[in-house]
């Protein structure tokens, strides 16, 4: 549904050391912060709080081949949002974007989701893991899709390896930054 464009990043990037990841095939995936921040106001700190997600947008780099994650879509109406659960629908995501997409001039895609977790530490549920699996299953052109889960106290990414359909927890650097 959505093309992989290798564009060439003409700004340089400051990166907070705490939001970069190395890849299975030793590239680098960049969270942009205020990427995070978008998802980290949806914390489920309260009890009442529920679930929230959203996409993932991003680019793959030119120079390296290295990945980085710009943009986040927010809960729309439609979604399903309980404490324990979130079922995203197409509705706003999709426009969502399509702005971002004609912004960018095409040169950003659809790289995977987010959603929260009421629990301090997140763990990806048994549903998850099969959406996850359902998703990298999909033919994306993508090498990579990732998977976000905002906890309370942390919060944890997982990539998924289209051509391996793999996913995997990925550790974060902090060498780098
Ligand atoms: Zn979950």
């Known amino acids: 549904m959505i093309a992989v464009l290798f564009v060439l990043m003409k700004v340089g990037i400051h990166i907070n050391r705490?939001?970069?990841?190395?890849l299975p095939n030793n590239k680098i995936l960049?969270?942009?912060?205020?990427?995070?921040a978008?998802?980290?106001?949806?914390?489920?700190?309260?009890?009442?709080?529920?679930?929230?997600?959203?996409?993932?947008i991003g680019r793959i780099l030119i120079e390296d081949g290295n990945y980085i994650i710009d943009e986040v879509s927010e809960p729309m109406l439609t979604d399903k949002r309980?404490?324990?659960?979130?079922?995203?629908?197409?509705?706003?995501?999709?426009e969502y974007f399509n702005k971002i997409w004609k912004r960018e001039k095409g040169t950003c895609f659809y790289f995977g989701e987010w959603h929260t977790h009421p629990q301090r530490i997140p763990?990806?549920?048994?549903?998850?893991?099969?959406?996850?699996?359902?998703l990298i299953n999909i033919s994306f052109e993508a090498d990579f899709l990732f998977f976000i889960i905002i906890g309370i106290d942390d919060f944890k990414v997982y990539c998924g390896s289209t051509s391996g359909?793999?996913?995997?927890?990925?550790?974060?650097?902090?060498?780098?930054?």
Do not use: C
Not at 82 to 94: A, E, L, N, S, V
């Open 18 to 22: 705490n939001l970069v990841y190395t």
């Open 30 to 36: 960049f969270i942009r912060p205020e990427a995070l």
């Open 38 to 56: 978008k998802m980290h106001q949806y914390k489920q700190v309260k009890w009442r709080d529920t679930e929230a997600g959203g996409i993932l």
């Open 82 to 94: 309980t404490r324990i659960r979130f079922i995203r629908k197409p509705d706003g995501h999709q």
């Open 123 to 134: 763990v990806p549920s048994r549903t998850d893991r099969k959406e996850w699996n359902r």
């Open 165 to 177: 359909r793999k996913i995997l927890e990925l550790n974060r650097r902090y060498e780098l930054g």
